[in-house]
């Protein structure tokens, strides 16, 4: 299978956010902002792969700073490793000033995808060219939380996880 480069799976959404899309203090949701995380990683994962894709986890969300009422927000998804049949997607949200447009990064998340067929069984899925800087920063770090992931899921002994123990092994 041939390697496909990273910026092929970007994928890029744009919402207002609505009245009904915010609790009592005026700001996003944040179960409304997981669904547009999920929809737009979903997509990322599946130009990767040109295949049905599944959520296998969310492995991080951080909400650093809340989204107000009437913020137009952009999420930007890629995928940032591929593993044998499952694709970590990055994703970065953005929030636009409405008088100067300039945009603040003011939350991230990693989501974790599997490729399957008709029948629900993992498919293999091509590998993962990073060139950028940022690319390649995210793709060397993705073999250390899928080990870390795994490990916390009772998956992998951590002796067996060589990526995170040469962080802290000389």
């Given amino acids: ?33 997981l669904q547009w995380l999920d929809m737009v990683a979903s997509i990322s994962a599946h130009r990767h792969s040109k295949r049905v894709v599944v959520t296998a986890s969310v492995n991080n969300v951080s909400f650093n700073m809340p989204i107000n009422h009437a913020s137009i927000v952009t999420l930007e998804a890629k995928v940032s490793r591929s593993f044998n049949t499952s694709m970590e997607v990055f994703i970065d949200v953005w929030v636009e000033d409405n008088v100067t447009g300039k945009k603040v990064k003011c939350n ?13 069984s993992p498919l293999p899925v091509p590998a993962v060219i990073a060139e950028t800087e940022e690319e390649k920063k995210r793709y060397d770090g993705a073999l250390r939380r899928k080990q870390l992931s795994l490990i916390l899921a009772g998956k992998l002994n951590p002796e067996e996880a060589t990526e995170l123990k040469a962080l802290f092994v000389k």
Avoid at 108 to 120: H, L, M, P, R, S
């Fill in 1 to 33: 299978m041939k390697p496909k480069k990273a910026s092929e799976s970007l994928t890029i959404q744009t919402h207002i956010v609505q009245p009904n899309d915010t609790n009592i203090l005026g700001n996003l949701f944040g179960g409304m902002l």
């Fill in 108 to 120: 991230e998340a990693i989501y974790t995808f599997v490729a399957i067929d008709q029948n629900g």
